[in-house]
């Protein structure tokens, strides 16, 4: 059985989006963590989008929390679980698309591309849904921090607008991860 334990309000989201200035960036992501209850296995899945003011005066985080049943829960095998999270991340960018318009916006990934994590085995598959259904060639470990770090987060607290902590870690890890970028590094 699966349980919405806090939801978002998809034409909220889109108004806020809309009332936002062109220059605004979206970023889109879904994380999970699963646990056991009462003699089953969970999984809970937690998907935001992350609107960057102005593409640079802080951010806005609405997130969805559901809980779901685990039929695979053991860590090594987390593919069934990555690609529920890729499907989430492709239907709220789905459902927000048209409010984003021609906003700056990506869609996260949490996958580590490197072989020595498990997560690698589900890379091809969800890179090429997300690929296929949206359109948009999603970002992955370690530039997805909207699936890394802000639904981690979001699922720890559960009620969000972000401290200004959250939002400098958030902007911090960003433009770190672009300045190495443009220098042709490998981002750790």
């Excluded at 978002?8 to 970023?27: G, L, M, Q, W």
């Excluded at 239907?91 to 698309?97: H, P, T």
């Excluded at 085995?121 to 802000?150: E, M, T």
Aim: proline share 3%.
């Amino acid at each position: 059985m699966n349980k919405i334990i806090l939801d978002i309000d998809i034409e909220k989201v889109k108004e806020y989006i809309r009332n936002e200035p062109a220059n605004s960036k979206v970023y889109i992501g879904c994380d999970s963590s699963t646990k056991k209850r009462h003699g089953k296995w969970f999984a809970d899945y937690v998907t935001v989008v992350v609107i960057h003011k102005g593409g640079r005066h802080g951010c806005k985080i609405f997130g969805r929390v559901e809980r779901e049943p685990d039929y695979v829960h053991d860590k090594s095998k987390p593919v069934l679980r990555l690609m529920n999270e890729a499907i989430k991340t492709a239907a709220l960018y789905d459902s927000l698309k048209d409010a984003i318009g021609s906003r700056y916006r990506e869609i996260h990934l949490d996958i580590n591309p490197n072989k020595e994590y498990n997560s690698h085995l589900a890379l091809s598959q969800a890179v090429g849904y997300i690929r296929g259904v949206c359109g948009i060639k999603p970002h992955v470990k370690p530039d997805a921090f909207a699936a890394s770090y802000c639904a981690d987060r979001f699922m720890r607290v559960k009620d969000f607008d972000l401290t200004k902590a959250d939002t400098e870690n958030v902007a911090r890890m960003f433009e770190k991860n672009q300045k190495r970028k443009k220098k042709g590094k490998r981002v750790a």
